[in-house]
């Protein structure tokens, strides 16, 4: 992932111990960068021991984030005592920075409560606070009210925070594409192209006519055919199959020159039936391929699922995949069986291979089929992410959850696990009664928490938690 750059604001209240400050400046800074991140905040030449306190610190502090906006991916706020709660807001609000921020406040210790040792930030956090809330400023808590940075529930904290600005950040000005047009019976995966884009996220969109018309310009001895085809017999082995695997090495060069062309983070792809009849292939394998590389890719043109893919993968820093809620588990009310045919990411799958498509080889014929990736989902943790627009409030809603994906067996084709979820059923009465889609976004991780936080409080986005 791309090293992040955190603004660090060091408060500082005239009646309480200043020295207090340079050692926690120093702390802060110690522990951020050995988490990886870059920091930039005031030295101790610009104000006594580098802190905000008054109206021209701010000035100061925030003419320095303004400098370097373009690299700050979020703020944040250190109490090594009570700190100036107006001179923080101020800064936040000169630096015309909208990004997260995180209020931290050094604890107190009891036998160091004299005039020369108390910090008081206890109280100084909620005075930050108090003052953020009036100045319209969004901004996040540690779990213990106060904590020392170099405490693992602070790591926690920090590495939470830090996935939060990566999805906060990337969702400014975010540019996906669509490629063909949803299933005909499909009308689940339907969107409001103009939602999205009033929050910022762009869909552009290309007919498979027009895909196919860039695939037969593509000469078999072209050299980008050739690397391409060689990258992706790297990626999976398949015997034989020569002329399907060269096709899809075509669709790869095709749909890349239309990515960076665009500058597209992802796209949504028509993957049936018109892509089987008029080329002869299925695009799993070269889906699995992009998200792999992290560029999501979702079936069925389902654009906001794919909008779930890319978030999931910003908060953990791996591929996502889609699927299908797609049957119970016998009779375990807390377990569900994902599927889908599929275009999983191959990091998600244990002992992956590419055939063809059991299903619709009976529709359009076993020879046009080949390409779908099947294999079982890797047990371990997993969030889960569904994105939709309500069109008649005109919002975008969703719901985040977490579980385990089992080792339960399955006997079945296709990508498929058994997920096992906490009140499931719950969640299952949620989805239904809010109109949702069959598909949802997976992510072998636990970060429902971090998104939650993105796209409610500073996305202002209707999500329901299911932690």
């Known amino acids: 992932m791309e090293k992040q750059v955190l603004g660090l604001i060091v408060g500082n209240r005239s009646c309480f111990p200043e020295i207090l400050c340079k050692a926690g400046r120093e702390r802060m800074i110690k522990v951020l960068e050995k988490a990886g991140v870059d920091v930039i905040a005031l030295s101790e030449n610009d104000t006594r021991y580098g802190k905000v306190e008054t109206w021209q610190d701010a000035k100061k502090c925030a003419q320095l984030f303004k400098t370097n906006a373009d690299k700050i991916s979020g703020i944040i706020v250190t109490l090594p005592n009570f700190g100036d709660e107006q001179a923080v807001a101020d800064t936040i609000r000169l630096s015309d920075l909208d990004v997260p921020v995180l209020i931290h406040a050094y604890p107190d210790e009891p036998e160091k409560m004299d005039p020369a040792n108390r910090r008081d930030s206890f109280c100084g956090k909620i005075s930050v606070c108090s003052n953020l809330k009036q100045y319209g400023i969004k901004y996040s808590l540690t779990t213990n009210h106060t904590v020392s940075p170099e405490e693992e529930d602070f790591q926690y904290n920090l590495e939470e925070f830090l996935a939060t600005c990566r999805i906060v950040k990337a969702l400014k000005n975010l540019k996906i594409g669509a490629i063909g047009t949803r299933p ?254 069959h598909h949802v976004a997976i992510n072998l991780s636990h970060t429902a928490a971090p998104i939650f936080e993105a796209l409610v409080i500073y996305k202002g986005w209707e999500i329901y938690p299911h932690i």
């Open 184 to 437: 005909d019976p499909f009308k689940t995966v339907r969107y409001s192209e103009k939602i999205l884009e009033n929050n910022g996220i762009s869909v552009d969109v290309m007919d498979l006519s027009e895909l196919f018309a860039h695939i037969n310009k593509l000469d078999n001895n072209d050299p980008r055919v050739k690397r391409t085809l060689e990258e992706f017999g790297s990626y999976i082995t398949v015997k034989e199959k020569k002329e399907p695997v060269l096709k899809m090495a075509k669709l790869i060069t095709a749909v890349t020159d239309w990515i960076e062309s665009k500058e597209l983070k992802g796209f949504a792809f028509q993957c049936w039936t018109s892509i089987q009849e008029n080329f002869g292939i299925f695009p799993c394998g070269v889906m699995s391929y992009f998200s792999h590389k992290m560029i999501p890719a979702a079936c069925e043109v389902d654009v906001t699922g794919l909008l779930s893919m890319y978030i999931l993968q910003l908060a953990s820093g791996k591929p996502s995949a889609i699927v299908d809620w797609n049957n119970n588990y016998g009779k375990d009310p807390e377990k569900a069986v994902l599927f889908h045919c599929s275009n999983f990411p191959l990091d998600v799958l244990d002992k992956p291979v590419m055939t063809h498509h059991v299903i619709l080889e009976q529709t359009v014929g076993k020879e046009k089929t080949f390409g779908a990736v099947e294999g079982k989902i890797k047990p371990g943790p997993v969030s889960f992410l569904r994105l939709s627009t309500d069109d008649c409030n005109g919002e975008i809603t969703g719901y985040v959850c977490e579980g385990t994906i089992t080792k339960d067996p399955l006997k079945t084709f296709g990508g498929v696990g058994v997920a096992k979820i906490n009140n499931l059923q719950e969640l299952l009465m949620y989805i239904c009664r809010h109109g949702f889609e």
